[in-house]
């Protein structure tokens, strides 16, 4: 958007169902640049069945200069017809009363929605309607109005042409009143104001206007505020009129013509005072399809529906938000709520086998080669094949063979399995399972093997489509479409774990590779175990360890032994025989010893848990609760814009096993632990802090340098004092681990804030 403002309307006559406007805001025409914007805008639009050159009246012939320029305008139009073109290019002046529309009959029957539709495109092709979920946030406005959604003209005056555009339209308005004062409810629209400021001196150049504005809503409303005589009032937006009912109330002496409102959207009731100048009416209109639909707001005697379910309720004042800085919630891990029976009993399927002595749950793992991204947590569905005779998978085994024999028909002719080991031994053991069953040979293949020749477009039967685990089913969307035109050829994924983040996006991926020839149940998708997780594949936890580690390294002129060790143990996670990580994932304590969880932990179904996990099971359960609590829009831990919900620093003391705290701090995210947005929750979490540094000897503090660590990568954030306290409280203590986090939060810190904060 440049120079002009163009844009397409729809209108009733018999010979023009709709055109193209072109508002020129100057008194004279760039040829060149008009023809860069057309060509911006018909890539997006379609040809209408005329042009409208909307133009300065001082602009003296108009028609002649644009029949000279009239190849670069066709130029800029795809598949234009030249000559029926050249015949509907129309013209309409204006000057600071009106727009001339009379010389085309169409025109002047249409103009009140030729310049309302172009406006209302305005306001909605620029993001003026802020709209929340309801789930997590939603608005309160001064009225004590409750909605989803509200009005915000702060968002649509972007662009020169557009602004020029409204402010021309809202003189007109005006046009039979001499002012020399304008006020407006909000800043914002000040640059409306001093639009119309220019257009008035274009025409009138002796003429000078006053502008006022307001930096609160309530400074126009005020009953103490005093305005000059000659004076017009714009108020921003509207979905009452209740605004102009209320100004007149505490300012008699304003009349209802003195008021325009720019932006109107009837909600509550079509207001008659504020219908006599309201330059745009947003409201839907059906027949040409464009406008806004009507939405609820609660009125302040109401019980707001939002509230009752926990959502929060932001304050609106004008069309600006009052946050001087983000609501702040601190969340609780609910053991009802989050820490549910379908994760325990997964983690129960899954995590250390004694007679194997091995887990299937692991961190920072990534199958194929070494460029690929590691993921946080790592499922291991290969040792699970591998065992799955052994009793530990006795449930899992009876499931899977039920499904074989239920879901894999008679009709197979090819499996295709995703590029991992353990999708190719699914696919062997499927194939074993059913070999007694007479059947014709039945041919594997990897994805990566597929071409288009490798199966006939016309075979007939079935292709199971066959995975370990799934993480997001990117692969199972190139699949499907890999498979499209294979009519004859039925489609079955057969999931070994689904392990989709939350619900929506599985259901989207179910949605999208169900749906072919006959509908959305043209193929089957089957999964013999789920579990809602963290999949994120890039920065993980032990990436970020090994960025911090070497980084203190290299800075060191001796650097420190325990960081040479720790390495190497974070990067045998990645040994193709290792497959990812399961024990010394976390810093032990300070005597040197492990991390280790205690009996009757509320995560696992029973104490025969205990000493039968690893760290690893400990940090997938954990990992996978909180997960649950991003999932929960209500009151979890969901982020907006205007909300932050952080993880309740007391959720440490209540939880007070180190291996249970430092699974909190890996799995968390950054937002969750950061406690500088409130000086109340970083006290908090400061006096626990300062709690487990005295008691560092005993198992109140065995997970202090998991703290410490967070510390130093500034994952977990304090406001600036607090950092002096916990720099102060590790003096004396003589751990090579604190020393090197404690020297490594100081500088950070330092570098952050260049005054001396530390002594």
Known sequence: ??????????????????????????????????????????????????????????LENIKGLVKENIDIILKSIPKVEEASLQKNIFYV??????FDFKKKRFLEKNKKEIINQGLVEIFVGNGGLIESNGISHHFVFPSGKHSTKFLRTANVLVHKSEIDFI?????????????????????????VAYSITNYVKRFHTDKEINIESFKSYDGLYNKQSVFYDNAIFLISASTSGGLINYLQSTHPEIRSEEICTLFYLPIDKNSTVALERVLCNLERNKKQGYGLELYHQSRRNEECVYCKNYSTPISIQGDSFSLDEPIINARNISASKYITKSIKDFVEIFKYNQETERTSLKVSYSEESAARKKYNLYIDYESVIDDIENSHFESHKKKLDAYIMQYVPASLKYIVHLNDKGSFKLSEYIRNSIKSDNRDEILIYNQSELTETIIEENEVGSILIVGSCISNGKNLLYLSRFFRNYESLRLIYFIGVNRISDSSKYSELKTNVKFGLYGRENSSFVEIEAIQCDNSSSDTPWEKEIEHLQSIQQDSSVPPKFIEERLKIINEFAN????????????????????????????????????????????????????????NKKDGLYQTSFVKNILDPFVFNRFNDGIIQASILRSAREEELNY???????????????????????????????FLYALSIRKLKLVKSHYTEIINELEGLEDERINVFKKSIKKVYDKLYPKKYYN
Do not use: W
């Open 167 to 191: 402010a021309i339209n809202t003189l007109h308005l005006f046009r039979n009143m001499e002012f020399e004062n304008i006020y407006c409810d909000t800043l914002s629209i000040n640059v």
């Open 576 to 631: 193709i025989q290792t497959r990812g990580g399961s024990e010394s994932i976390f810093y032990s304590d300070i005597n040197k010893k492990p991390l280790k969880i205690r009996k009757n932990s509320a995560f696992f179904n029973n104490n025969d848990y205990h000493e039968n996990v690893t760290q690893s099971d400990v940090y997938f359960t954990i990992s996978c609760v909180l997960n649950n609590m991003r999932n």
């Open 1 to 58: 958007m440049g120079k002009y403002y163009i844009y397409n309307a729809k209108i009733e006559d018999i010979n023009y169902k709709d055109v193209t406007v072109i508002f020129n805001p100057d008194t004279n025409f760039d040829f060149s640049t008009l023809k860069n914007e057309l060509t911006s805008h018909f890539r997006l639009h379609h040809q209408t069945a005329a042009l409208v050159f909307v133009h300065c009246k001082k």
């Open 676 to 706: 500088s947005y409130s000086q109340q929750h970083s006290s908090e979490m400061l006096s626990l802090i300062k709690t487990f540094i005295k008691h560092v000897n005993e198992y109140q503090g065995e997970a202090i340098i998991e």
């Open 93 to 98: 002046s204006y000057d600071e009363k009106k």
